[in-house]
């Protein structure tokens, strides 16, 4: 049998050798597939069962080894909605199966994926280039909580509601010595730079606007809205009321009616009084925050934190004698409808509305397997969880994913034309390994002759 099993292994060489070119090639013809995974070929040698000192080198077989956890480059690219993996995981996606009255039907077990050219469909889902949808959880706008278990990810075209203003930020520096227009006129007169105590009220009547200007300064104005998303613009002016050492006051006002004549309210005292002690530092308020609504030209706002923070006002000494700006910002916005989405850090689906706004609408996890090369391969870069490979679990994908990023072929054209000469070589030799056996039994046949 030695003839006949020389050729039978070599013939199972040609066969392994065989498989490991068509490896070959199909790694070679994905090197440019977004996401392709190359299959390697290992081979194991079959010994048949012989005594000691009888032992056959046997046949060889060959088996595909999967490299679904050798990451491929990532190539940036202009389209926000793009995503690549830097490390371990798998997206989690769905394939369509049909339609059912115009509404898409998914089907199937859950598959995994590192392709990452997702792009929005016409209906808002993420939809890879071989036709897989993407899964996620879907987060509320308003308040980014998870708003449903992990399903296809379906951005609304839906308006984001408008958010009512609820704590204005104000940091700035008050002059310790006031500059006023009556101080400038007095020519620093001692107290000059004090509201006199007449406008010391908590309305300031039309008629006094303009003693009121000439003994305050300017401070910022900001835009407010309502839960209607109504704008509600709150200029603001500063009046120092007391210069007493180790606890000089201030007052805000803000501009309550732009129209008022007469007698009627034009500015709006802050009830809460602001003091500093010796070094400029704020006392009171303590906590640094007034709640405080707004009524401006007959709109109210809902009730607002002004949150100047514990050192967020100082009184420090001021060449100008004016406010020194430091930061002013409010957390409400009107209605917005969406412009644009896109893919942020942590896997966060951020969408951009017409408001100014960018907020998260859902999250992608990443799914992890104790044994992810022994998935099953499937055709659209994709793989199925098996018994081998087990369970997946989902977790945060954290610094992992890049937005506007997708992952490339871990393919290695260089090192593919290295393994394909030493393929053809093994194959040419175990061809001649069949030509010296049919010449062995040749001469065998010769023999009767």
Same mark, same amino acid.
Request: charge should be negative; proline fraction near 4%; glycine fraction near 10%.
């Given at each position: 049998?030695?003839?006949?099993?020389?050729?039978?292994?070599?013939?199972?060489?040609?066969? &392994?050798?065989?498989?490991?070119?068509?490896n070959?090639?199909?790694?070679?013809?994905?090197?440019?597939?977004?996401?392709?995974?190359?299959v390697?070929?290992?081979?194991?040698?079959?010994?048949?069962?012989?005594?000691?000192?009888?032992?056959?080198?046997?046949?060889?077989?060959?088996?595909?080894?999967?490299?679904?956890?050798?990451?491929?480059?990532?190539?940036?690219?202009?389209?926000?909605?793009?995503?690549?993996?830097?490390?371990?995981?798998? $997206?989690?996606?769905?394939?369509?199966?049909?339609?059912n009255g115009?509404?898409?039907?998914?089907?199937?077990?859950?598959?995994?994926?590192?392709?990452?050219? $997702?792009?929005?469909?016409?209906?808002?889902?993420?939809?890879? %280039?071989?036709?897989?949808?993407?899964?996620?959880?879907?987060?509320?706008?308003?308040?980014?909580?998870?708003?449903?278990?992990?399903?296809?990810?379906?951005?609304?075209?839906?308006?984001?509601? *408008?958010?009512?203003?609820?704590?204005?930020?104000?940091?700035?520096?008050? /002059?310790? @010595?006031?500059?006023?227009?009556?101080?400038?006129?007095? =020519?620093?007169? !001692?107290?000059?730079?004090?509201?006199?105590? /007449?406008?010391?009220?908590?309305?300031?009547?039309a008629?006094?606007?303009?003693?009121f200007?000439?003994q305050?300064? /300017?401070?910022?104005?900001?835009?407010?809205?309502?839960?209607?998303?109504?704008?509600?613009?709150?200029?603001?002016?500063?009046?120092?009321?007391?210069?007493? *050492?180790?606890?000089?006051?201030?007052?805000?006002?803000?501009?309550?009616?732009?129209?008022?004549?007469?007698?009627?309210?034009?500015?709006?005292?802050?009830?809460t009084?602001?003091? $500093?002690?010796?070094?400029?530092?704020? @006392?009171? /308020? *303590?906590?640094?925050?007034?709640?405080?609504?707004?009524?401006?030209?007959? !709109? @109210?706002?809902?009730?607002?934190?002004?949150?100047?923070? @514990?050192?967020?006002?100082?009184?420090?000494?001021?060449?100008?004698?004016?406010?020194?700006?430091?930061?002013?910002?409010?957390? %409400?916005?009107?209605?917005?409808?969406?412009?644009?989405?896109?893919?942020?850090?942590?896997?966060?689906?951020?969408?951009?509305?017409?408001?100014?706004?960018?907020?998260?609408?859902?999250?992608i996890?990443?799914?992890?397997?104790?044994?992810?090369?022994?998935?099953?391969?499937?055709?659209?870069?994709?793989?199925?969880?098996?018994? +081998?490979? %087990?369970?997946?679990?989902?977790?945060?994908?954290g610094?992992?994913?890049?937005?506007?990023?997708? +992952?490339?072929? =871990?393919?290695?054209?260089?090192?593919?034309? &290295?393994?394909?000469?030493?393929?053809?070589?093994?194959?040419?030799?175990?061809?001649?390994?069949?030509?010296? !056996?049919?010449?062995?039994?040749?001469?065998?046949? =010769?023999i009767?002759?």
């Amino acid at each position: 049998m030695g003839i006949f099993g020389a050729m039978t292994t070599a013939i199972s060489g040609l066969s &392994s050798q065989s498989f490991a070119l068509e490896n070959i090639s199909g790694n070679i013809a994905n090197s440019r597939t977004t996401g392709f995974k190359r299959v390697d070929t290992s081979f194991a040698d079959l010994v048949p069962d012989q005594p000691l000192g009888r032992e056959l080198a046997g046949s060889v077989g060959a088996f595909s080894r999967n490299t679904a956890t050798v990451q491929g480059d990532v190539q940036v690219t202009s389209i926000g909605t793009n995503v690549a993996i830097s490390g371990e995981g798998f $997206f989690v996606v769905k394939e369509k199966t049909s339609d059912n009255g115009g509404a898409a039907v998914f089907g199937g077990s859950n598959l995994y994926t590192r392709r990452g050219d $997702f792009q929005l469909d016409r209906d808002g889902r993420l939809v890879s %280039g071989t036709g897989y949808y993407l899964m996620g959880y879907p987060l509320n706008p308003t308040n980014g909580a998870q708003n449903g278990p992990l399903q296809v990810l379906q951005i609304s075209a839906n308006n984001l509601p *408008a958010r009512a203003t609820g704590t204005i930020k104000y940091n700035a520096n008050l /002059p310790k @010595t006031p500059k006023t227009a009556s101080y400038v006129a007095s =020519n620093n007169a !001692a107290n000059s730079e004090l509201l006199s105590v /007449p406008l010391q009220v908590a309305a300031i009547k039309a008629s006094d606007n303009s003693a009121f200007l000439d003994q305050t300064i /300017p401070g910022q104005t900001i835009t407010t809205y309502d839960a209607a998303g109504s704008p509600i613009s709150i200029n603001l002016r500063w009046a120092k009321t007391s210069n007493t *050492a180790g606890a000089e006051t201030w007052s805000a006002y803000y501009e309550s009616d732009t129209a008022a004549t007469g007698t009627a309210t034009r500015w709006t005292q802050i009830p809460t009084a602001i003091t $500093f002690n010796a070094s400029g530092q704020m @006392t009171a /308020p *303590a906590n640094g925050i007034i709640a405080q609504t707004f009524t401006v030209n007959g !709109a @109210t706002t809902p009730t607002i934190n002004l949150n100047f923070g @514990t050192t967020g006002l100082t009184q420090f000494s001021d060449a100008n004698g004016s406010l020194n700006p430091g930061s002013l910002t409010q957390d %409400g916005y009107p209605s917005g409808n969406i412009q644009n989405v896109s893919v942020g850090q942590g896997g966060r689906v951020m969408a951009g509305y017409s408001n100014g706004q960018t907020v998260a609408v859902a999250q992608i996890p990443l799914a992890q397997l104790p044994a992810d090369n022994l998935m099953k391969r499937k055709d659209g870069g994709v793989f199925e969880a098996t018994l +081998e490979s %087990g369970e997946a679990l989902l977790a945060d994908a954290g610094r992992n994913i890049q937005g506007g990023a997708v +992952e490339n072929s =871990n393919v290695d054209i260089a090192d593919e034309f &290295s393994k394909m000469i030493v393929t053809q070589q093994a194959y040419s030799a175990n061809t001649k390994v069949v030509t010296t !056996a049919q010449s062995m039994l040749q001469d065998v046949i =010769n023999i009767i002759r």
